[in-house]
Nanobody, 114 residues
């Protein structure tokens, strides 16, 4: 059974940081490019960042470039998203998914508010 389990979300003040994690099982994680996708309240899905199977290169949506860093540890079947300089508009549910969107996690809530 394929599973992607996100963690690390929470409530943070503007300007703060969070590190999201996504642990994969049930498929060959190291063979897949991976993505982070988010959904703000009342809005559609927005692609945030992607990383290829080997860890390079990484790409980012303009809205997060320079503030977020995606990484992965294939030995631990884990994907990460370091989020710095958080803004209220970063609020939403964050999902990890594989490149083709075949596999999704359940999401982790990120709320940026004072």
């Amino acid at each position: 059974e394929v599973q992607l389990v996100e963690s690390g979300g929470g409530l943070v003040q503007p300007g703060g940081s969070l590190r999201l994690s996504c642990v994969a099982s049930g498929f060959t994680f190291s063979a897949h490019a991976m993505r982070w996708v988010r959904q703000a309240p009342g809005k559609g899905l927005e692609w945030v960042s992607a990383i290829n199977s080997a860890g390079e290169p990484a790409t980012y949506a303009p809205s997060v470039k320079g503030r977020f860093t995606i990484s992965r540890d294939n030995n631990k079947n884990a994907l990460f998203l370091q989020m710095n300089g958080l803004k209220p508009e970063d609020t939403g549910v964050y999902y990890c998914a594989n490149w083709r969107y075949e596999y999704w996690g359940q999401g982790t809530q990120v709320t940026v508010s004072s």
